[in-house]
Structures are given as structure tokens and as C-alpha cells.
């Protein structure tokens, strides 16, 4: 019954910015802020990789090297949501970008993550 639902992709020129949204459904807001959330992307032709992650308080944070200092995970925990902010964006930062949550072991393994959103697109163009 849980349900993680992504938006907010698009396409932009190099340098602009998008955020992500993820809204989580079938879980009680008490579950949900108890639960590690994170982002995954996986671009053409690659295999999925980490982006980004954020505990159950929400007090730490950890990103991908190839990320940190331009993306920006949060969460509210009274809306059952986890954001991405996006900027600076580089033209390798094209992917589908997935919702994640639940976790049980390593963050930047995909097999750690119990639920998975569908994706939502990002296309950065040079």
C-alpha cells in the first residue's frame, strides 16, 4: 500500500535549477517521520546511483560527491513529503530521478532501499 510519487522534473538550459518532490502515501505521518528517505537517479545507458539521502529527524544528510554543494535534500515530515533542490545543474545530471525509502543497510546501495517511486525526468541541455 505504500506509495512513493515523484514530480517536479523538466527540462532546463545548463546552470538553472528544479525541485523535486516526493509525496508518500499508505503510512501514517508518525511512520513516515521515523523513515530515512533518499534519491536515486539513473541517466541513459548507466546504472542507478545514490544522489542523495536524509535520516528520520532529518537532522543529517549525506550526498554524492558528484552532487554535494548543489543539490539539497529536505523533507516534512507533516506533509508526508522529501524535496531535492537542484541547482547549478549540469547537462550529466540528465536522468530519471527516483524517490526512495526505508532503508536497511548502505544508502548508496539500491538493494538497501525498501520502496520505490516511478521516476520522474531531468533533462539538463548544454
Known amino acids: 500500500q505504500v506509495q512513493l510519487v515523484e514530480s517536479g522534473g523538466g527540462m532546463v538550459q545548463a546552470g538553472g535549477s528544479l525541485r523535486l518532490s516526493c509525496v508518500v502515501s499508505?503510512?501514517?505521518?508518525?511512520?513516515?517521520?521515523?523513515?530515512?528517505m533518499g534519491w536515486f537517479r539513473q541517466a541513459p545507458g548507466k546504472e542507478r546511483a545514490f544522489v542523495a539521502s536524509?535520516?528520520?529527524?532529518?537532522?543529517?544528510?549525506y550526498y554524492a560527491d558528484s552532487v554535494k554543494g548543489r543539490f539539497t535534500i529536505s523533507r516534512d515530515n507533516a506533509k508526508n513529503m522529501v524535496y531535492l533542490q537542484m541547482n547549478g545543474l549540469k547537462p550529466e545530471d540528465t536522468a530519471v530521478y527516483y524517490c526512495?525509502?526505508?532503508?536497511?543497510?548502505?544508502?548508496?546501495?539500491?538493494?538497501?532501499?525498501?520502496?520505490w517511486g516511478q521516476g520522474t525526468q531531468v533533462t539538463v541541455s548544454s
Open positions: 526512495v525509502s526505508e532503508l536497511q543497510g548502505s544508502a548508496v546501495v539500491p538493494t538497501s532501499w525498501k520502496y
Open positions: 499508505g503510512v501514517s505521518g508518525g511512520t513516515f517521520s521515523s523513515s530515512a
Open positions: 536524509i535520516n528520520w529527524v532529518g537532522a543529517s544528510s
